[in-house]
């Protein structure tokens, strides 16, 4: 069974850099398969943020690009988010998932979620 | 706002059927048959319920079913539980030369009655 779970700080200060950690069990992610990071603002919907093949080959949402770096480490199985200078808007539940993109265009698994707030 | 559209409430009846509606364009919705469902609980991870437009994964009940037409994707609930109610979102892949390859909608919050 394919688990994924976020780990990180629930808080980051205005400006600073988030960064969260997601660590796949039940896969190798180095055998293939799209990796991504989706958040949901608090009462609102979801948006998607980028995503990374097990290769390193990104792509993001053209409207966080400036901000988003996206990375993995197969050698420990994780896949990474940063995002820099962040405000109050980016408060939300950032999920990462498996993207199947290429196959079946579709997110099957996702980890549950952690709250990340903005806040000084 | 929501690149997809959806009604952001819906309700049934146990044992009605209910259909949320999810209309996007033909750079998205229109172009692919890869809409998919997700359902989420309060708290909860969202959880695939359709995808490439009507297929179930495994474990998905066949009260779940999913159509599209032109630039607009439907999800139908056959036989509401109360289990079922939930926020609905349904996405769409738009391509790789697309200005946003994932979209999703606003949600659609199902209450059964």
């Known amino acids: 069974q394919v688990q994924l779970q976020e780990s990180g700080p629930g808080l980051v200060k205005p400006s600073d850099t988030l960064s969260l950690t997601c660590t796949v069990s039940?896969?190798?992610?180095?055998?293939?398969?799209?990796w991504g990071w989706i958040r949901q603002p608090p009462g609102k919907g979801l948006e998607w943020i980028g995503s990374?093949?097990?290769?390193?080959?990104?792509y993001y949402n053209p409207s966080l690009k400036s901000r988003v770096t996206i990375s993995v480490d197969t050698s420990k199985n994780q896949f990474s988010l940063k995002l820099s200078s962040v405000t109050a808007a980016d408060t939300a539940v950032y999920y990462c998932?498996?993207?199947?993109?290429?196959?079946?265009?579709?997110?099957?698994?996702w980890g549950q979620g952690t709250l990340i707030t903005v806040c000084s | 706002q929501s690149a997809l559209t959806q009604p952001p409430s819906a309700s049934g009846s146990p044992g009605q059927s209910v259909t949320i509606s999810c209309t996007g364009t033909?750079?998205?919705?229109?172009?692919?048959?890869?809409v998919s469902w997700y359902q989420q609980h309060p708290g909860k991870a969202p959880k695939v319920m359709i995808y490439e437009v009507s297929k179930r994964p495994s474990g998905v009940p066949d009260r779940f079913s999913g159509s599209k037409s032109g630039n607009t994707a439907s999800l139908t609930v056959s036989g509401l539980q109360a289990e079922d109610e939930a926020d609905y979102y349904c996405s769409s892949y738009a391509g790789s030369n697309n200005f946003l390859p994932w979209v999703f909608g606003g949600g659609t919050k199902l209450t059964v009655l």
């Open positions: 033909s750079s998205d919705v229109g172009g692919y048959n890869y």
């Open positions: 998932a498996r993207d199947l993109r290429g196959t079946s265009y579709y997110f099957d698994y």
């Open positions: 039940g896969y190798s992610i180095s055998s293939g398969y799209y």
């Open positions: 990374i093949y097990h290769s390193g080959s990104t």
